[in-house]
């Protein structure tokens, strides 16, 4: 069973920075996603096994950094240049497989953390 706890959420002002942070019980393939209130869960950024092959949405490309401290056994996403629309519940995400195949598609992912808010306001 893979555990995962996020944390670093909180409320910014448009264009400031925030650090989210995912405590994961083992490596593998893993992922950030964001849900907004009314809305689908929505792909961020995503990286194998092996902290590569990584893939962005093209909202946050530019902005969004996504990488993995192996010692620490957890997973990052250092946000810049906020937006109001990145106002979201941040989830952390994991594939219950080592590979080196990176995936956009929530049903791929096994396991979930629960989810930390951003607010970003104008």
């Known amino acids: 069973q893979v555990q995962l706890v996020e944390s670093g959420g909180g409320l910014v002002q448009a264009g400031d920075s925030l650090r989210l942070s995912c405590a994961a019980s083992?490596?593998?393939?893993m992922g950030w996603f964001r849900q907004a209130p009314g809305k689908e869960r929505e792909f961020v950024a995503a990286l194998n096994s092996h902290g590569g092959n990584i893939l962005y949405a093209n909202s946050v490309k530019g902005r969004f950094t996504i990488f993995r401290d192996s010692a620490k056994n957890t997973l990052y996403l250092q946000m810049s240049s906020l937006k109001v629309e990145d106002t979201a519940v941040y989830l952390c995400?994991?594939?219950?497989?080592?590979?080196?195949?990176?995936?956009?598609?929530?049903?791929?992912?096994?396991?979930w953390g629960q989810g930390t808010q951003v607010t970003v306001s104008s």
């Open positions: 995400a994991a594939r219950g497989e080592i590979t080196v195949a990176t995936t956009r598609s929530p049903a791929t992912y096994d396991y």
């Open positions: 083992g490596r593998y393939a």
